[in-house]
């Protein structure tokens, strides 16, 4: 199974100010990882996939880049509504996984 | 627009069994691969399970290693719905059961909005 570890767990912002996401995979997943954002109480949303591929109507602020196992997902200047838990997940091998997500809350 | 409207959850006593139905609209269920994940109340994201398409008249289904043997995916194509069909639940299935429709990336950019499972003597 490729775990997937996201850091850091939390990163507190102020709007405005830039958000950096990392995911690391146990083993290569190539470009096979896409980013969720979920907010309380609503299901997750795609943000991008292929690893670098904004969703249809994805903000262009939300940009992610990588391959192999280190990925990075970045919010260039952070909305009030960016302000959630964002999840990695890779479908290269199976089991699918997902990384343990990492909160952006407002500092 | 694609739409998918979860049905099913509720309160179940260990060993018990529930199905979880998951109704589509705006395209067609059998075209697409479909999953379940669930998510444990304050937890994170867990894949349960994937059925494939059915373009060729065969279907796939995969399982975590947590629910196989337990729990079975299946689709009615004529009710445009897929199934879960939950059995010999333990207290650690309590969760929000999603499901999710893949498109062409092969990830998911359509969900449910949700079902509450909840295991409990």
């Known amino acids: 199974e490729i775990v997937l570890t996201q850091s850091p767990a939390t990163l507190s912002l102020s709007p405005g100010e830039r958000a950096t996401l990392s995911c690391r995979a146990s083993?290569?997943?190539?470009?096979?990882l896409a980013w969720y954002q979920q907010k309380p109480g609503q299901a997750p949303r795609l943000l991008i996939y292929?690893?670098?591929t904004r969703a249809t109507g994805v903000p262009t602020r939300f940009s992610g880049s990588g391959s192999g196992t280190d990925f990075a997902l970045t919010i260039s200047s952070l909305e009030p509504e960016d302000f959630a838990v964002y999840y990695c997940?890779?479908?290269?091998?199976?089991?699918?996984?997902f990384g343990g997500g990492a909160k952006v809350e407002i500092k | 627009e694609v739409q998918l409207l979860e049905s099913g959850g509720g309160l179940v006593q260990p060993g018990g069994s529930l199905r979880l139905s998951c109704a589509g609209s705006?395209?067609?269920?059998?075209?697409?691969?479909m999953i379940w994940v669930r998510q444990a109340p304050g937890k994170g994201l867990e894949w349960v399970s994937l059925?494939?398409?059915?373009?060729?008249?065969?279907?796939?289904?995969y399982y975590a290693d947590s629910v196989k043997g337990r729990f079975t995916v299946s689709r009615d194509n004529s009710r445009n719905t897929l199934y879960l069909q939950m059995n010999s639940l333990r207290v650690e299935d309590t969760a929000v059961y999603y499901c999710?429709?893949?498109?062409?990336?092969?990830?998911?950019?359509?969900w449910g909005q949700g079902s509450l499972v909840t295991v409990s003597s």
């Open positions: 997940q890779q479908r290269r091998n199976w089991p699918l996984t």
């Open positions: 705006g395209f067609t269920i059998a075209n697409f691969a």
């Open positions: 059925i494939s398409p059915s373009g060729d008249g065969t279907k796939y289904t």
């Open positions: 292929d690893a670098s």
């Open positions: 083993q290569s997943v190539d470009s096979y």
């Open positions: 999710a429709k893949a498109d062409s990336s092969s990830f998911y950019p359509h």
